[in-house]
């Protein structure tokens, strides 16, 4: 299945950073599904997910690197 790109900005202590994630078409219908289903928008969705990642440190987990 093709992958589709998606940006998001972070900014923290001043500067900014532009992360792309690569995700298939069934991940976003489930983020949107997700969403939905919270009763918020896909992109709030995705900054709680990553929010909870920093705050439990799971970024090596998450991204399969030591």
Not at 22 to 45: H, Q
Request: aromatic share 6%; hydrophobic share 45%.
């Amino acid at each position: 299945m093709p992958s589709n790109i998606v940006r998001g900005a972070l900014q923290y202590n001043g500067m900014e950073r532009t992360t792309e994630l690569p995700l298939n078409l069934d991940m976003i219908g489930r983020l949107a599904w997700e969403a939905e289903f919270r009763n918020m928008s896909t992109a709030e969705l995705i900054s709680e997910l990553i929010m909870g990642m920093v705050k439990k440190d799971l970024f090596p987990e998450v991204l399969g690197k030591p």
